[in-house]
T-cell receptor
């Protein structure tokens, strides 16, 4: 059972470089989201999607873009990396609140990004 | 944004004792809450959830209590085991606006053998 798969697990970038963090889920979840986790700050919502073709901003969207062309995939793009984006990034998916009684988020293993 | 906070950033307990982890939330519209456990190097894992129409919910060795009057919830772990050592997060949600959850800063639980 794959669940939520994130790649890469580790990445080092230089300031100004761009990259895409990949996220895929095989549970047919409509809802997908990206969080960043920084020491002492818990998880903060970056962007989310309630279904293919629909995305919206979370708490900390600046510097990140997302797209949702399929139900399974939800990539996170950093167009011009900055040191402030050094963090651990988690992708999560769940059934939508319209479909299920539980909002349990299923998380990937995380992608650790360092921007020099 | 939401404000979800934990009273204690770290907690150490003896193996076999009960653990209590607290969480305060500020959004009175929040009506759904989840506790997650995060082990080192892994993503958070669901432990238990509770809706605002409940005061208490029990799982296997875990109990969540919700006090809506003071916007407070707690996670109780019975007979704490070394495998319970992890960071615990509470997350709040206004269920009818969607699946967006707002997380607290976390409490690190260490179980002393």
């Amino acid at each position: 059972n794959a669940g939520v798969t994130q790649t890469p697990k580790f990445q080092v970038l230089k300031t100004g470089q761009s990259m895409t963090l990949q996220c895929a889920q095989d549970m047919n979840h409509e809802y997908m989201s990206w969080y960043r986790q920084d020491p002492g700050m818990g998880l903060r919502l970056i962007h989310y999607s309630v279904g293919a073709g629909i995305t919206d901003q979370g708490e900390v969207p600046n510097g990140y873009n997302v797209s949702r062309s399929t139900t399974e995939d939800f990539p996170l793009r950093l167009l011009s990396a900055a040191p402030s984006q050094t963090s651990v990034y988690f992708c999560a998916s769940s059934y939508s609140s319209l479909e299920a009684d539980t909002g349990e988020l299923f998380f990937g293993e995380g992608s650790r990004l360092t921007v020099l | 944004g939401e404000s979800v906070g934990l009273h204690l950033p770290t907690l150490s307990v003896q193996e076999g004792d009960n653990s209590i982890i607290n969480c305060a939330y500020s959004n009175s519209a929040s009506d759904y809450f989840i506790w997650y456990k995060q082990e080192s190097g892994k993503g958070p894992q669901f432990i238990i959830d509770i809706r605002s129409n409940m005061d208490k919910r029990q799982g296997q060795r875990v109990t969540v209590l919700l006090n809506k009057t003071v916007k407070h919830l707690s996670l109780q772990i019975a007979a704490t085991q070394p495998g319970d050592s992890a960071v615990y997060f509470c997350a709040e949600n206004d269920w009818y606006t969607g699946n967006q959850f707002y997380f607290g800063t976390g409490t690190s639980l260490t179980v002393i053998p």
